[in-house]
């Protein structure tokens, strides 16, 4: 028989199509033994996404692993035609894997290998099939270039700022800066909303301070589109006019929206007034949902997560200011694509049996069920009289060897689909016993014995357990049998000793193994050790006699205050217990001995008291020993009152030590019924005391009593008494707010005990808000048991303003004091500014600035730098610094290396986005080196003095000639079309990857090696070119945005400066 090898475990019951008995679902054991020996259809175990889309700068690798024994072949279809890749040079797959990889290094366009993937794993009992795999490769076309006409608009009027940016996949990032890279405040007022566009609820005169350009980023291809700026023109009159709330986005009195099951829901409202209008957002007829809800951009968009149908209905926002209101209503309609109710699983049946696969899937508009089997369509597959499929069910009846194939279940509506594999296994296996044999098991008399028999065969097998040989079954009384072949000895007696014989049966065969049992005596300490008190210096015996079963090794050990105890030269231990020669006082404490084997344990514990020898005249008190005093008794409450009680208590015998305190302890049976408290310290000349309560507390007290000796036992409870209710009179302490990711905060409180409570249904009021904003409150309602909450989407390292106020049914806390949180912190954007020089020929210097988007606490830096030499390069070096630092030197290993530099700010979350750069050129500073010694020799200023004079002799030629007539031919000004560089057109496009260090568009290279410009009226901020585009996500002019992927050469001789717009303009100055 051969078997399969992976891991299958099929939990279930499965009906058959008998209509006299069920069929257990076939197990098939972890057992490596069996696993090699099974076969198993082709299961895939790893595929890319359904929708995948691929950076074009990197190879492709679609993929796509599977098991099975034998081991799959694999196969793909491309836009559902049979794919040869083994035709194209450029695609391989990865040996034991149906992955494929395309490489791009020696040329090809990755858009050439666009469309539908589709994998198929086959071994000769079925074929697999993975999802349709849509690839597309992402895209970043160039923004047009548009003039854009000066906006004129009266102040207080609204103003909307269009941004259209240029369609990519996946969409871009939006966000507005000025032409001098500065990134534009944002406001209740002032926001961008979520078409990118950028609205002006009312215009003011200093918004014409400023320009305004919408930026595109692309996140696959790093690359930032910029369109040109829009220029304000504020025209202002002698006062603005106050204006009703008006809805710019979105228009009109309604719209409608349609999300799909659990996607988030975002809705947005932005209103135009004077004064500027709030938003507040309701669900007619019915709650918000608490703990899913967040609101965004000055809460002018509410997103609610993880939506499900009973989120649809109508929205409404409502702008209001002093003038008047308005209100949007938004009708949202949830649909949902297909998700599963009963995903189909595999089935192993054994041969003659039946059971079913079954497919559920749920979704608005309701899927469609469609069945394929091994990657074709059922309808079209071979007969097979011994499958009938009915909807969402395949039935089989009287399964055969050879019929195991591979089932596709495919549930799709106009939303999407869902795929499933699920194989039916038909296998014959004689019963094995997965135990090892001749087992021998201990157990302790009077204890439940489990005798395990693990089995595997198919069909199920049967399993008997006899004894000593007999033929009868053992089952019934003191026995009882579990299906997974386990007998359970509910209480192991002497009788019950013996060998115990387990048989697993089918029609092919059967198995059986042996388990001898032996029932052992307990182990019991017979005599334990007592409280002691004896004086300094004398000796004690703690007293430990066990009986125990003397077929097991006992072994016994003692502990003091619950250590392990060391058995020092004062120390003796033996049979009876354990002896103690000249007793001190660190001898005093608690002392236990345990004895142990291999089957169970038994302790006996006791307090060891020393007492000191006094050198003072005999007296009563010294005669007799001294002990802890006895508990006292009969307490009595009275005087019952709103917030107080009276306490008496009869004290019990000091044993010949003063009592100096006694202490008073209560119960309540709310929170914590059974915990005792300490609540109040009396002297111990009193026996009755004024007890202050707290309101909605049923006390119950005792008391101790304390001498010099230690403490008594406590007193019997007192009866209870049960105190009225009333509102909190203080809130939670300890509350703080922390991150615990990049967009939370997790407000967390010590919560009030049972005496601080003061009523039932305790709850607390949860508050935040953004710190320096006037943004209204949000808050959410949690029950007292408890001591956290999490607010979610929050923008990363802010501060917040949070209060935690405790209210029970009779009223709310006094107002609580304002807590400042922060949000999670999140990775550091990249150093600014970050510059290599090369002072001498020894030295490298560094210089940085703080990133400018620390996104938390700044706790360091590090740097990566590696020598390098053509291609050869040497190991790289970590160094970390200081928050502080912003500046190393690093001590060149040879003058002619040249040195590659990775630098990163450090927050408790890890290392952020890094500067990087390479060390000068040698030649580069030779060059110019020896440019500055030129300069400055005499020869060279008198070579161009004499230039400078022919050239004026040579123009005073020209003109003395020309005005005696001479005639010059003159080419006539035609158009001439521009070559292939000067057809560049201005886009706006500019990459803020790692560039090398190219001359300018538009520019040409003298003699001397220095760039001159061409002429030109645009300015380098139109174009958007130069060296590294730096921009954070906000859009705000921080240091290297991002890095370049690696490449495999590096061409020419790069700079190490990443360079800004602004600084690229004054390199052609």
């Known amino acids: 028989?051969?078997?399969?090898?992976?891991?299958?475990?099929?939990?279930?019951?499965?009906?058959?199509?008998?209509?006299?008995?069920?069929?257990?679902?076939?197990?098939?054991?972890?057992?490596?033994?069996?696993?090699?020996?099974?076969?198993?259809?082709?299961?895939?175990?790893?595929?890319?996404?359904?929708?995948?889309?691929?950076?074009?700068?990197?190879?492709?690798?679609?993929?796509?692993?599977?098991?099975?024994?034998?081991?799959?072949?694999?196969?793909?279809?491309?836009?559902?035609?049979?794919f040869n890749y083994g035709k194209d040079p450029r695609v391989t797959r990865r040996s034991k894997s149906g992955t494929l990889s395309i490489d791009f290094r020696s040329g090809g366009r990755p858009e050439d290998y666009e469309g539908e993937y589709q994998c198929f794993a086959q071994n000769r009992l079925g074929t697999a099939i993975s999802n349709k795999i849509v690839l597309q490769v992402s895209k970043s076309p160039l923004w047009p270039k548009e003039n854009l006409d000066i906006q004129e608009v009266h102040e207080g009027?609204?103003?909307?700022?269009?941004?259209?940016?240029?369609?990519?996949?996946?969409?871009?990032?939006?966000?507005?800066?000025?032409?001098?890279?500065?990134?534009?405040?944002?406001?209740?007022?002032?926001?961008?909303?979520?078409?990118?566009?950028?609205?002006?609820?009312?215009?003011?005169?200093?918004?014409?301070?400023?320009?305004?350009?919408?930026?595109?980023?692309?996140?696959?291809?790093?690359?930032?589109?910029?369109?040109?700026?829009?220029?304000?023109k504020v025209l202002t009159t002698r006062g603005v006019t106050e204006r009703h709330p008006s809805f710019m986005y979105p228009t009109g009195t309604s719209?409608?929206?349609?999300?799909?099951?659990?996607?988030?829901?975002?809705?947005?409202?932005?209103?135009?007034?004077?004064?500027?209008?709030?938003?507040?957002?309701?669900?007619?007829?019915?709650?918000?949902?608490?703990?899913?809800?967040?609101?965004?951009?000055?809460?002018?968009?509410?997103?609610?997560?993880?939506?499900?149908?009973e989120d649809s209905g109508e929205y409404f926002c409502l702008a209001s200011n002093k003038v008047g209101s308005s209100r949007h209503t938004v009708s949202v309609r949830v649909k949902a694509a297909p998700y599963w109710l009963d995903e189909p699983e595999n089935l192993v049946l054994a041969p003659g049996e039946g059971g079913r696969l079954i497919c559920r899937a749920n979704g608005n508009p309701k899927p469609s069920i469609q069945w394929l089997v091994n990657g074709e369509p059922i309808e079209s597959s071979l007969p097979n009289p011994s499958r009938e499929v009915k909807g969402d069910t395949v039935m089989f009846r009287d399964a055969q060897i050879g019929s195991s194939a591979v089932y596709q279940c495919n549930a799709s509506n106009e939303h999407g689909y869902l795929l499933a594999n699920a194989f039916v296994s038909v296998l014959d296996v004689s019963p094995r016993i997965l135990a090892p044999r001749n087992q021998l098991m201990k157990v302790i008399q009077n204890n439940r014995t489990l005798l395990d028999c693990p089995f595997f065969g198919s069909p199920i097998p049967t399993t008997r357990w006899f004894k000593n040989g007999q033929g009868n079954t053992l089952h019934g009384g003191n026995y009882k049998m579990h299906e997974n072949g386990t007998l359970e000895i509910i209480m192991a007696r002497r009788e019950d000793q013996g060998t115990y014989t387990c048989v697993a049966t089918n029609i092919l065969g059967k198995a059986e193994i042996?388990?001898?049992?032996?029932?052992?005596?307990?182990?019991?300490?017979?005599?334990?050790?007592?409280?002691?008190?004896?004086?300094?210096?004398?000796?004690?015996?703690?007293?430990?006699?066990?009986?125990?079963?003397?077929?097991?090794?006992?072994?016994?050990?003692?502990?003091?205050?619950?250590?392990?105890?060391?058995?020092?030269?004062r120390m003796k231990k033996d049979e009876d217990g354990l002896t103690i020669y000249g007793v001190s006082e660190k001898d005093q404490g608690y002392y236990t001995c345990v004895a142990s084997t291999e089957l169970d344990r038994d302790t006996a514990r006791a307090h060891l008291t020393v007492l000191a020898v006094s050198a003072s005249p005999v007296n009563r008190m010294t005669t007799f020993p001294k002990a802890r005093p006895e508990r006292p008794r009969d307490l009595e409450l009275t005087d019952l009152a709103e917030r107080s009680v009276r306490l008496t208590w009869i004290p019990g015998d000091d044993n010949n030590s003063p009592i100096t305190d006694y202490i008073v302890e209560f119960e309540e049976d709310k929170l914590q019924p059974g915990v005792w408290h300490n609540h109040s310290r009396y002297p111990g000349s009193v026996n009755s005391a004024v007890l202050r309560l707290a309101p909605y507390v049923n006390y119950q007290f005792r008391v101790i009593a304390v001498n010099e000796v230690g403490s008594s036992y406590p007193s019997l409870p007192s009866e209870r008494y049960q105190t009225n209710g009333a509102r909190p009179e203080i809130n939670p302490t300890g509350v703080q707010g922390a991150g615990t990711s990049k967009n939370n905060m997790v407000i967390s409180w010590t919560p009030l005990n049972a005496t601080q409570a003061y009523g039932p249904r305790l709850k607390y009021i949860v508050k935040w808000r953004r710190r320096d904003t006037r943004e209204s409150w949000s808050?959410?309602?949690?029950?007292?048991?408890?001591?956290?909450?999490?607010?979610?989407?929050?923008?990363?390292?802010?501060?917040?303003?949070?209060?935690?106020?405790?209210?029970?049914?009779?009223?709310?806390?006094?107002?609580?004091?304002?807590?400042?949180?922060?949000?999670?912190?999140?990775?550091?954007s990249s150093p600014r500014y970050f510059k290599i020089r090369q002072p001498n020929l020894?030295?490298?210097?560094?210089?940085?600035?703080?990133?400018?988007?620390?996104?938390?606490?700044?706790?360091?830096?590090?740097?990566?730098?590696?020598?390098?030499?053509?291609?050869?390069?040497?190991?790289?070096?970590?160094?970390?610094?200081?928050?502080?630092?912003?500046?190393?030197?690093?001590?060149?290993?040879?003058?002619?290396?040249?040195?590659?530099?990775?630098?990163?700010?450090?927050t408790q979350i890890g290392e952020g986005e890094p500067a990087k750069g390479e060390s000068p050129s040698h030649l580069n500073e030779a060059y110019a080196k020896n440019q500055g010694d030129i300069a400055t020799q005499g020869w060279f200023i008198g070579l161009m003095c004499a230039i400078a004079l022919l050239v004026l002799i040579l123009l005073i030629v020209c003109f003395i000639k020309r005005s005696r007539g001479g005639k010059y031919p003159v080419r006539e000004n035609k158009d001439v079309p521009l070559d292939p560089d000067d057809q560049k057109v201005d886009n706006g496009s500019f990459d803020y990857s790692d560039e090398d260090n190219k001359p300018l568009q538009g520019s040409q290279t003298s003699l001397d090696g220095t760039i001159k410009q061409q002429e030109s009226d645009d300015s380098l901020v139109?174009?958007?070119?130069?060296?590294?585009?730096?921009?954070?996500?906000?859009?705000?002019?921080?240091?290297?945005?991002?890095?370049?992927?690696?490449?495999?050469?590096?061409?020419?001789?790069?700079?190490s400066e990443a360079t800004s717009p602004v600084n690229a303009i004054y390199s052609l100055a």
């Open 514 to 569: 042996q388990v001898r049992l032996e029932v052992k005596d307990p182990t019991r300490i017979t005599t334990g050790p007592t409280d002691t008190v004896p004086k300094k210096g004398s000796t004690i015996h703690l007293s430990c006699r066990i009986k125990y079963d003397s077929t097991l090794k006992l072994t016994v050990t003692w502990l003091k205050d619950d250590s392990i105890l060391y058995i020092g030269n």
């Open 1 to 82: 028989m051969v078997m399969q090898r992976y891991l299958l475990t099929y939990v279930g019951v499965v009906l058959t199509l008998s209509p006299h008995h069920f069929i257990r679902a076939i197990e098939v054991p972890r057992d490596s033994s069996i696993q090699d020996e099974l076969f198993q259809p082709p299961t895939i175990t790893k595929q890319s996404v359904k929708n995948y889309i691929v950076d074009p700068r990197d190879n492709i690798n679609i993929e796509c692993e599977a098991k099975g024994n034998p081991f799959p072949t694999f196969t793909w279809t491309r836009n559902g035609k049979f």
């Open 1022 to 1055: 139109d174009y958007g070119e130069g060296g590294e585009g730096q921009f954070n996500e906000d859009g705000s002019f921080i240091g290297q945005y991002t890095v370049k992927k690696d490449k495999e050469e590096t061409e020419g001789n790069e700079s």
């Open 842 to 906: 020894e030295t490298i210097t560094l210089e940085w600035e703080h990133p400018e988007h620390p996104n938390g606490i700044l706790i360091g830096y590090t740097l990566r730098y590696q020598a390098f030499n053509g291609s050869k390069t040497g190991r790289t070096i970590l160094e970390s610094f200081s928050p502080n630092q912003t500046k190393f030197l690093i001590q060149r290993t040879d003058p002619v290396s040249r040195y590659r530099c990775d630098l990163r700010g450090r």
């Open 779 to 828: 808050n959410v309602t949690v029950s007292g048991d408890v001591n956290k909450y999490t607010v979610t989407q929050t923008p990363t390292y802010v501060p917040y303003e949070i209060k935690v106020q405790a209210e029970n049914e009779f009223g709310r806390a006094p107002e609580p004091d304002v807590v400042i949180g922060y949000s999670g912190e999140d990775l550091p």
């Open 255 to 309: 719209s409608s929206q349609m999300v799909l099951r659990g996607e988030d829901l975002l809705l947005e409202c932005i209103a135009s007034g004077v004064p500027t209008p709030d938003i507040i957002w309701h669900k007619r007829g019915g709650e918000l949902p608490v703990g899913r809800i967040s609101y965004e951009n000055f809460r002018k968009a509410l997103r609610i997560a993880n939506v499900s149908e």
């Open 157 to 232: 009027a609204p103003l909307i700022l269009a941004c259209n940016p240029p369609p990519g996949l996946p969409p871009p990032a939006i966000f507005w800066m000025s032409s001098s890279m500065e990134s534009i405040h944002q406001d209740k007022r002032v926001s961008q909303g979520q078409n990118g566009d950028l609205y002006f609820s009312n215009v003011m005169q200093e918004d014409a301070l400023t320009d305004y350009s919408c930026n595109a980023r692309f996140a696959f291809t790093h690359t930032i589109q910029q369109k040109n700026p829009y220029t304000l």
